[in-house]
């Protein structure tokens, strides 16, 4: 049924924790002072304090679902720190780390839901060089996500997005929006033609299965391109998830023009999702008006297979900067399953870069 594949948190399950999150806030002003120490006490190493604040008041409400007035946190950025740095080792190759957790600015605590982990937005080190391109080891976002944000109005916007919210929606797609115990390497750019691997381990899998992932991209002036695809076992006990897309994009000046279309189909995995073929496709531009951008965007995910329907997702925005740093932004969704009513939410937030 559509409304209980649907239903639940936007944000990705399948993630384990050990650790309450009053305990994650307490450990970051720890963290933060020895990563900063470790940086002053080398002249060839940086390390820099980084994320974004997101938080929104609205009345929001899903299709088939209640209407709820709430302050919420990560309407156009799920909130963000971060805590990155490198090494210069000479002859081309850097030592590269970074840590980053999500939080919920409306509450204070870590992470996009009760029991998220501390680091799960990424936390991995690696080599990095120009000429050879960069390795990095640990939880690593995947080139779908990446794809995905580029190529629609609303970036990785779980809020307001249409195209993140067909496609990274519980019941939807598998296997979250960065990979755990993963191995990645990105290629250097030749002109503007890059491309990135990405292979989870067995890792922590409880059945000892593996995902796969990789992605292709060219930008050339206003033109940009890129296709991406993953293949997802862990988490099933048989079967598999296979993913591709495709979007592109075109800034006319007046206006940019983006597209994109998505093809999720899984096997007999015995999950909800089992034997179903998602299609999504999205369309959406951004024009700069004033200071800010006008952002307008639709996506259509029709299922078939195991289960029959369709879900529509349009929002109309204005994106408001008062500065590099800061921007505050006023959105209008609608969202539409086949089977039911429709949900149609309001929402007025500030973002905040530091």
């Given at each position: 049924?559509?409304?209980?594949?649907?239903?639940?948190?936007?944000c990705?399950?399948?993630?384990?924790?050990?650790?309450?999150?009053?305990?994650?806030?307490?450990?970051?002003?720890?963290?933060?002072?020895?990563?900063?120490a470790?940086?002053?006490?080398?002249?060839?190493?940086?390390?820099?304090?980084?994320?974004?604040?997101?938080?929104?008041?609205?009345?929001?409400?899903?299709?088939?679902?209640?209407?709820?007035?709430?302050?919420?946190?990560?309407?156009?950025?799920?909130?963000?720190?971060?805590?990155?740095?490198?090494?210069?080792?000479?002859?081309?190759?850097?030592?590269?780390?970074?840590?980053?957790?999500?939080?919920?600015?409306?509450?204070?605590?870590?992470?996009?839901?009760?029991?998220?982990?501390?680091?799960?937005?990424?936390?991995?080190?690696?080599?990095?060089?120009?000429?050879?391109?960069?390795?990095?080891?640990?939880r690593?976002?995947?080139?779908?996500?990446?794809?995905?944000?580029?190529?629609?109005?609303?970036g990785?916007?779980?809020?307001?997005?249409?195209?993140?919210?067909?496609?990274?929606?519980?019941?939807?797609?598998s296997?979250?929006?960065?990979?755990?115990?993963?191995v990645?390497?990105?290629?250097?750019?030749?002109?503007?033609?890059?491309?990135?691997?990405?292979?989870?381990?067995?890792?922590?899998?409880?059945?000892?299965?593996?995902?796969?992932?990789?992605?292709?991209?060219?930008?050339?002036?206003?033109?940009?391109?890129?296709?991406?695809?993953?293949?997802?076992k862990?988490?099933?006990?048989?079967?598999?998830e296979?993913?591709?897309q495709?979007?592109?994009?075109?800034?006319?000046?007046?206006?940019?023009?983006?597209?994109?279309?998505?093809s999720?189909?899984?096997?007999?995995?015995?999950?909800?999702?089992?034997?179903?073929?998602d299609?999504?496709?999205?369309?959406?531009?951004?024009?700069?008006v004033?200071?800010?951008?006008?952002?307008?965007?639709?996506?259509?995910?029709?299922v078939?297979?195991?289960?029959?329907?369709?879900?529509?997702?349009?929002?109309?925005?204005?994106?408001?900067?008062?500065?590099?740093?800061?921007?505050?932004?006023?959105?209008?969704?609608?969202?539409?399953?086949?089977d039911?009513s429709?949900?149609?939410?309001?929402?007025?937030?500030?973002?905040?870069?530091?």
């Open positions: 049924m559509p409304c209980a594949r649907l239903s639940g948190s936007l990705p399950l399948r993630l384990e924790d050990t650790m309450t999150p009053l305990s994650h806030l307490r450990l970051l002003p720890c963290i933060t002072v020895a990563f900063l470790a940086g002053t006490a080398h002249a060839q190493s940086s390390v820099r304090l980084y994320g974004i604040i997101d938080v929104y008041v609205g009345s929001m409400k899903t299709s088939g679902g209640e209407r709820m007035s709430q302050v919420n946190s990560g309407g156009m950025t799920t909130s963000y720190f971060g805590i990155a740095g490198q090494e210069d080792l000479g002859q081309d190759l850097k030592a590269i780390f970074a840590l980053e957790g999500y939080l919920r600015a409306n509450t204070g605590e870590s992470g996009r839901y009760p029991g998220d982990t501390m680091f799960s937005r990424a936390a991995y080190a690696g080599l990095a060089s120009e000429r050879l391109g960069t390795v990095r080891l640990g690593i976002g995947t080139p779908l996500f990446t794809n995905t944000l580029l190529f629609n109005p609303l990785g916007s779980f809020g307001f997005s249409p195209a993140i919210r067909n496609i990274f929606s519980p019941g939807t797609l296997g979250d929006s960065a990979w755990n115990s993963a990645a390497y990105s290629t250097p750019k030749f002109g503007g033609l890059s491309g990135e691997l990405i292979y989870g381990t067995k890792g922590t899998d409880a059945n000892g299965r593996t995902n796969v992932g990789g992605g292709l991209s060219y930008r050339e002036g206003a033109f940009s391109i890129g296709v991406a695809a993953q293949q997802v862990s988490g099933f006990a048989t079967g598999e296979n993913t591709w495709i979007g592109t994009a075109y800034d006319f000046g007046v206006a940019k023009v983006f597209l994109s279309y998505t999720i189909r899984e096997g007999d995995t015995g999950s909800l999702n089992a034997d179903t073929h299609k999504i496709g999205q369309v959406g531009l951004s024009a700069p004033g200071p800010g951008s006008v952002l307008v965007s639709y996506s259509r995910d029709r078939t297979g195991a289960q029959d329907y369709w879900r529509d997702v349009a929002t109309v925005g204005y994106d408001y900067r008062l500065s590099k740093r800061t921007d505050l932004y006023a959105m209008v969704m609608r969202d539409k399953i086949s039911e429709q949900g149609m939410s309001y929402a007025l937030g500030m973002r905040h870069a530091f």
